[in-house]
Structure formats: C-alpha cells, structure tokens
C-alpha cells in the first residue's frame, strides 16, 4: 500500500496536521515524511497567470491595434520566489509511492484555486485526490474533516468559479488598463505634472472608488437646511416631560407649504406664530395613552464583513488587520474559518453547541465569559437554538459562522491586547444568541393644546435578557419619567409650561469607513445601517468576504483613495478622481454596483452548476471587446481635459479633511 500525500496552503497549518495526527516523521526540505504519510505546503500562491508578453513578445509593448487581447488557451507559470517549494510539492506528488493525496488547503475558492493550479503545473499526477474541508483547525474537526474527506472532483465546479474569476480579473485588468493608459493616460500626467500615469482599471476596484467619488460629491454639493420645531413642557405636579409637535391631520398647518416635515418648519417666524397661538393655553388635554411590548432578540451572527465593520467602528483598525487577527485565531484553533459571508449556524453544528459552550465554561482567565457559558448549561438554554433564526443550512455555502471552537485557553495567555479584545467580542455575540430576548415596555402619549398636537414617546428595558453580556442601553432617568408618564390616562388634564423652538440642520450624507466600504461592498454600494434589514436583502455583493480588504488596501497603495488612520474614513485623492472621470466617461458601467455585483453572481451560479462555464466566458469576452470596440471609435479627449481640469480646480479649492 502506498503513501498518503497531505498538502496544506501553509507550513504552519501543515505542522499543525502533523503535531494532531502525532505523526513521528523525518523532515525533508519543505516536506515531513512519516511512515505512512507525507505532508507538504504551498506558501500561498505558488502559480500565476502569465502576462501578454509570455504569449508573444510583441505584446510587451502597449499597443492599441493589439487590443482586445483574448487568449484561446491560458497560460501560467511558477512565481520564482517559491520555485523552489513549488518543485518538492510537485515532485511528492508525482511520487510512485504515493497513492492518495490529501487536499488540505484553506476550504474556499482562493484554496481550491491554489491547489489546482499547483496540482495543473504538476501535470495532473494520475492519484486518487480527495478534499479535506474543514470549518476550524481543532483536532476533532481535522480528524472528522479527513475522515469525511469526499473525491477532489466533486469541488470542480468550485474549481471552475476560481478560473473563472483569475481570468475575469485578468481580461478586464490587461485590456482596460491598457486601452485608458494609452488613450487618457497622456492627458493625466500632463493635468498632473507627473512624468508618466497608467490607470489601473479593475472588476472590482473601479466600482468601489465609484463609490467612494460619488459620495464625496454628493458631501461636495450638500446644501444644509435649517427647520424649526416646536416643543412643550408639560408637567403634573413637580414632575414634566417635553412634548413634541407635529402637523397631522386635523392641524392648522396640516400639509401646509410652510412645513419643512410633519414636525418642523421652514422658518423660525411660522414656528414663532404657532407658540403665540398656543400660548393662551393652561391646560394641555391628554388625548391618546398607548403601550405596547417589544421583544429584540440578539444579533445574528459574525461573519467576515460583519466583523470587519464592527472592529473598525471600536478599535478604529482597518478590515485587513481584523481579517490579520482573526485567521491567527482560527490557526490557533480558537476560532472557526473567517472568510465566511454566513451569519448562522448549521443544524449539524447547533446539535453539538453544547460542547463548544462547556468548553468555554473552563475559560478561567475570563471569568465574564465562564460564568456566562455556565448560566447557559445551568438553564438548558441551547435546547431550542435549533429553530431559532440563527440555525439556517440554507443560508450556508462554504462555511458557517465566526465562532469560538472552545479551545484554546492556554494560547490566549499569547495574544496580544488587541486579539484578546477581537477574540472576545467574538466569543460574547456567539454567547448572546442563548440568551433570552431582551424586553421592552413603551408609552406613546398625544396631547392636545387648542387643537395642535404634542406627541412624547418613552421605552424603558424591563428584562435585559442578552443585553446582560452584550450591551447596556437602560438609563435610569428615563426609568424615573416612564413611571409617571405610564400612569397617566386619556382625558388627564395637565399644566403647561414653557414652549420652546429648537432649530435644527440637515446632515450631508456620511463618508465611508474602511469598515462600513465592507458592509457597502457585501450588499452591491448600498450601505444599509439597520443589521437585520442587512441580513434580509443580502444577495451577491462586489468581491468575496476573501478579497474585500485587499481590494480597499490596494486602493489606497496605488494612491486613488486615502484613508485617516485614526478614523479610517475614505477620500478619494486627486488622482483617484481623475481615473474615475476617464472611467466614467469611457466604461462607465465598470463603476456600477448592481452589474460588478451580477458578475458575482454569475460566478456563484458556475460554482452552483446553474450555468455553464463556457457561458460566463463568452458574455465576459464579449463584454471586453465590445467596450474596447466603443472606446475606440470615441473622440471624447477635449471634454476629457475639462473634466481633469475641473478635478484640479476642485481639489485646489476644497482638498478632503
């Protein structure tokens, strides 16, 4: 019987193999070899597509008459920084005496396309290949994942999704950049004063500067608006509370021109005329006493895209330093895979949640976290996680949730401030979803001055439930206003007091963070605040939990966005600017969310054997050459240069805080 053949994306993660599976082995250069089993490592990519050049040298010089550049076959070729590695992987497995290799890189379209091209440039050893997926790096589940491991051919058509995006990436980076370089690229430098620009164009990287333009013109062009509103204190004995005015039907000024909404106005003289009117008034009438209940229930689950946001917003960090930390989490076991866009758990996974909390139960460095996993077994809270909206298997594709996998409480005592925290806050939203539902009691109250209408709503928290470990959102003097104000009842006459006029603005539109381009990105540019509105409406987004980060980093490396290391807020550059006027001018669908978002789409469809590969690759081809075709035949380079100029003005009058 021959060898089995392991091969990792990583040597750490093949170490990691070896030391569970406690195989005693010899170490070779860049192998280890046991008795029965060697396991060997990629170092990441190993395998590249090659450039135009490598098809015919006469492509290494940027020609328009060579465009669109469609090659029939495509070629690759070993980086040669790890040549060296690439030849021992290659050379175990084309080994005589090895039998079965054991695909162990990352579970995901980057790990599939890894292996593949190593396994193509091997020559496609004729083994019996099988593919160990996994959801973390703990024993159980590395053993269970071997086991399990199912025939390497049922992923192809995963396999066939990663070719498809290398080459969509490849198509419209070679050919885009090429084209607007060499038509647009001339009238850059010059507005630039810069000896030479290339314009990087890209999938995905053109649609998020997109956005981020768009928004700060939209910050550009805000004209603020004052209004006015109307308030009351109205009081019963020594206790009061302010009342709020607004023009529903019945009202003097009910859909009157004069209002800025229903509950201000557009001038402080209108809002002045409404208090003189009121002001004869003693006595205000109450004319509606309503309560009601509310339930919240926990948030769901991280994902990648979730947690990127959330690290951003607390610790101010950008979302490829959170993806940094979590994947050291998970390849120190105490986390599960990070690039994930799923926010439950599967039924599988929730019928053996209990161990997972148990373990976290012995978590004595924390005991905030040990004392609240024993408070879940103690009160059988896991018992009905299974029809809760956080078990859904048809909400998963590759991977499950961020979770904690329980282990690894020795290796806690290595992490640094900022893993524990990212860890930790991990480990709390996991522990929230066990915990009841938090309870809520509101008032509503409607009173009536001469007619006019004053409306006062108060919500106090009366169980915590989850917001015990979560968060705290009760405040004690709302507490104190809600027990009087709850005791009131319709027809209760009550003493007015003074009127008050408050102005207020309206608020430009935000500037995205690197954490909230993420969350944009996810759901196709729109950037959805309300997390289970998020969750509801989520579809194929622009790039893959994978790639997002990289794709902003890049951005902000080739100098076309700029990010505030304290705040991480996003601008576009001067430069950043211009690209997108050339883009917008010339492809401009390359700056659309929604058609980015349905080239995703179409990769998952491959990926779900809903369309054929061969499909995707002729609407990609035709694609390319019919906008190389248009920009081509375009004479637009006059009005090109105004906008260029209008970009240079712009940013010599306002540059971006």
């Not at 006469?58 to 030849?87: S, T």
């Not at 050919?175 to 030479?196: A, D, H």
């Not at 039907?249 to 859909?255: A, N």
């Amino acid at each position: 019987m021959g060898k089995a053949l392991f091969v990792t994306e990583k040597p750490s993660v093949a170490m990691e193999f070896i030391k569970l599976l406690k195989v005693n082995g010899r170490k070779g250069d860049g192998y280890v070899e046991g008795q029965d089993s060697i396991f060997t490592w990629c170092v990441g990519h190993m395998v590249t597509m090659c450039y135009p050049e490598a098809y015919d040298i006469r492509f290494k010089r940027w020609n328009l008459g060579e465009l669109p550049f469609l090659p029939k076959e495509y070629k690759y070729d070993v980086i040669p920084n790890v040549k060296k590695q690439f030849d021992t992987v290659s050379s175990l497995l084309n080994r005589d005496d090895v039998d079965v290799v054991y695909v162990c890189t990352d579970s995901g379209r980057e790990g599939e396309y890894i292996y593949r091209l190593v396994d193509q440039m091997a020559g496609a050893p004729s083994k019996i290949k099988k593919r160990v997926w996994i959801d973390s790096q703990t024993e159980e589940e590395i053993r269970r994942g071997i086991k399990e491991a199912k025939p390497l051919e049922e992923y192809d058509s995963l396999a066939a999704s990663a070719y498809l995006r290398a080459k969509e990436d490849f198509l419209l980076g070679i050919n885009f950049s090429r084209l607007l370089t060499l038509v647009y690229g001339r009238k850059i430098s010059e507005v630039l004063s810069e000896e030479r620009v290339v314009i990087a164009v890209g999938r995905v990287m053109s649609c998020v500067l997109g956005i981020v333009v768009n928004r700060e013109r939209e910050i550009r062009n805000f004209t603020k608006t004052s209004f006015y509103k109307v308030s009351v204190d109205i009081s019963k004995e020594e206790k009061s509370f302010d009342a709020e005015w607004k023009a529903i039907e019945g009202s003097k000024y009910y859909e009157s021109p004069l209002l800025y909404n229903d509950s201000g106005f557009k001038t402080r003289n209108t809002a002045e005329e409404l208090v003189e009117m009121l002001k004869p008034a003693e006595l205000a009438l109450i004319d509606e006493v309503k309560k009601t209940k509310e339930t919240k229930y926990a948030p769901l689950l991280f994902n990648l895209a979730e947690l990127q946001n959330e690290c951003t917003k607390k610790f101010k960090i950008s979302p490829d330093e959170t993806l940094g930390v979590v994947q050291k989490l998970y390849e120190k076991k105490m986390l599960t895979y990070p690039r994930t866009d799923a926010r439950v758990i599967s039924t599988a996974v929730a019928k053996e949640i209990s161990k997972t909390i148990n373990k976290l139960t012995k978590f004595v460095y924390n005991p905030g976290i040990a004392e609240n996993a024993a408070k879940i077994m103690k009160n059988n809270w896991t018992k009905d996680i299974a029809k809760s909206k956080y078990v859904d298997d048809s909400k998963i594709t590759d991977h499950y949730a961020i979770i904690p996998t329980g282990e690894g409480e020795g290796a806690i005592r290595t992490l640094g401030k900022l893993e524990r925290e990212i860890y930790e806050l991990v480990v709390i939203r996991f522990l929230s979803i066990f915990f009841p539902p938090a309870k809520y009691s509101k008032v509503s109250i409607t009173a009536d001055i001469l007619g006019e209408k004053f409306f006062k709503s108060i919500k106090v928290c009366v169980e915590k439930g989850y917001l015990e470990i979560l968060k705290s959102d009760n405040k004690e003097e709302e507490e104190n206003s809600f027990v009087w104000i709850n005791e009131l009842r319709k027809g209760s006459k009550l003493k007015i007091g003074q009127f008050s006029i408050k102005e207020g603005e309206t608020s430009p539109p935000k500037r995205y963070t690197s954490g909230s381009m993420i969350i944009a990105m996810e759901n196709a540019g729109k950037l959805i605040e309300d997390d289970e509105l998020r969750e509801q409406i989520k579809g194929s987004g622009i790039g893959t939990s994978a790639t997002r980060a990289e794709i902003i980093k890049k951005l902000i490396n080739i100098n076309y966005l700029m990010v505030n290391s304290k705040t991480q807020i996003l601008t576009p550059t001067i430069k950043g600017e211009m690209i997108y006027e050339v883009i917008n001018s010339s492809i401009p669908s390359l700056l659309n969310p929604i058609l980015t978002a349905s080239w995703e789409k179409g990769l998952k469809m491959v990926y779900e054997k809903e369309i054929e590969p061969s499909n995707f690759m002729g609407k990609l081809e035709d694609y390319t050459k019919n906008n190389i075709f248009r920009v081509k035949k375009q004479s637009n380079i006059n009005l090109i240069y105004k906008k260029l100029m209008d970009v240079k003005n712009t940013f010599g009058l306002a540059e971006p805080k």
